[in-house]
T-cell receptor
């Protein structure tokens, strides 16, 4: 089944403890991205990747890192999480890097930082 | 990213009535306008999209219209059903999303 898989689905952590949220897609998509969803703010892009070893900042990249060593994987790294990073996170992928390819979203990761 | 404004933020309609959600954008060079539906506790899923060379697109009970001159596009849902209750997001290209509209269909 074609899908975007995120893990974990739920994560509770403490301030300053490094964490990684994994994202993997099995559709051979070139484009992958991370969003955070907060009430009243919609989906805001954190980072995106047009292809392997090519990443770029979105609208809200502060406090996050990403890597794209393989085409299928695009992990989101929080080196020192803070409470303002408590949010619902979605990974997404699309076939091409052009702006007109539809996004396929993962099931989301709800992160709580205390 | 681009500034995308979505209205209304909440919408309650009687089953069978129509629902309309409108989004405005700022960059006249934008050329792809998707709409995503997010049911409670689930991921956003594409329901319809339109590209800048088309003014209207329809898929059964949903349609999207685009006015490039005025830089706005709208989602129209006709004959609403309870399963249409969800949060709807407009987007411009892949980068910028509206804040979302919570649609509730009253039986």
């Amino acid at each position: 089944e074609a899908q975007v898989t995120q893990n974990p689905r739920y994560l509770i952590t403490v301030t300053g403890k490094k964490l990684t949220v994994t994202c993997s897609q099995n559709m051979n998509h070139e484009y992958m991205s991370w969003y955070r969803q907060d009430p009243g703010l919609g989906l805001r892009q954190i980072y995106y990747s047009m292809n392997v070893e090519v990443t770029d900042k979105g609208d809200v990249p502060e406090g996050y890192k990403v890597s794209r060593k393989e085409k299928r994987n695009f992990p989101l790294i929080l080196e020192s999480p803070s409470p303002n990073q408590t949010s619902l996170y979605f990974c997404a992928s699309s076939l091409g890097g052009d702006v007109s390819s539809p996004l396929h979203f993962g099931n989301g990761t709800r992160l709580t930082v205390t | 990213g681009e500034n995308v404004e979505q209205h209304p933020s909440t919408l309650s309609v009687q089953e069978g009535d129509s629902a309309v959600i409108k989004c405005t954008y700022s960059d006249s060079a934008s050329n792809y306008f998707p709409w995503y539906k997010q049911e409670l506790g689930k991921r956003p899923q594409l329901i319809i999209d339109i590209r800048s060379n088309v003014g209207e697109k329809k898929d059964q009970r949903i349609a999207v219209t685009l006015n490039k001159t005025a830089k706005h596009f709208s989602l129209h849902i006709t004959e609403t059903q309870p399963e249409d209750s969800a949060v709807y997001f407009c987007a411009v290209n892949k980068l910028s999303f509206g804040a979302g509209t919570t649609v509730t269909v009253r039986a």
